[in-house]
């Protein structure tokens, strides 16, 4: 089965801890990584923004893509957040099959 990487970005740590742990609570990702400290610059309503923000990647298959997708924005702090699937074309095969285990 398919595995993806979710790239999402968030406004603070606790935001990111608060999503990272429904998420893996949920068993819509095997497993998140939250990195803080990044610097965002974007254009938001007409106008260029620069904010610090944390970056979650969650580990999750195919099938749960959809449904964390919409959870995410269901816990989310921003009207439109970055939440994004890139997938897995190779890996440690073990890894990739704990993803589908912990995610099934």
């Known amino acids: ?11 603070s ?3 990111a801890l608060a999503i990272g ?11 998140v990584n939250i ?3 990044m610097i965002s610059m974007y254009w ?4 260029v ?3 610090e923000e944390c970056v979650l990647i969650a580990k999750t298959r195919d ?10 924005k269901e816990l989310h702090s921003y009207d439109c957040p970055c939440v994004v699937a890139l997938p897995i074309e190779k890996g440690n095969p073990a890894f ?8 099934g």
């Open 1 to 11: 089965m398919p595995q993806l990487l979710i790239y999402i970005t968030a406004s």
């Open 13 to 15: 740590p606790d935001e």
């Open 21 to 31: 742990e429904t998420l893996v609570g949920e068993r819509l990702a095997a497993c």
């Open 35 to 37: 990195l803080p400290g």
């Open 44 to 47: 938001w309503q007409g106008e």
């Open 49 to 51: 923004q620069q904010d």
């Open 63 to 72: 099938t749960q893509v959809e449904s964390l997708i919409a959870r995410v």
């Open 96 to 103: 990739l099959q704990w993803i589908d285990e912990q995610t």
